[in-house]
């Protein structure tokens, strides 16, 4: 995936939320986790990989 290029793993799915999922009719989401082992630069990759996606996805 685009952001498993950039060394970012995330989580996507229904997160225990179905009931909020189907109340905004959405069908998943994607998240994005961190704790005291991340750091400045795993969210710099995070946000370089969302940029990345945005750039893909814009011209598809």
């Known amino acids: 995936t685009i952001l498993d290029g950039e060394g970012v ?3 996507a799915g229904h ?3 179905q ?3 189907r109340r905004l009719d959405l069908s ?3 998240r994005a986790s ?3 082992y991340n750091d ?3 969210i710099d990759a ?3 990989g969302i940029m990345k996606a945005k750039e893909i996805f814009a011209t598809a």
Request: aromatic content about 10%.
């Open 28 to 30: 998943s989401t994607a």
């Open 34 to 36: 961190f704790y005291l």
């Open 40 to 42: 400045q630069s795993d």
């Open 19 to 21: 009931p909020l999922m």
């Open 46 to 48: 995070l946000v370089a």
């Open 15 to 17: 997160h225990c939320a």
């Open 9 to 11: 793993c995330i989580r």
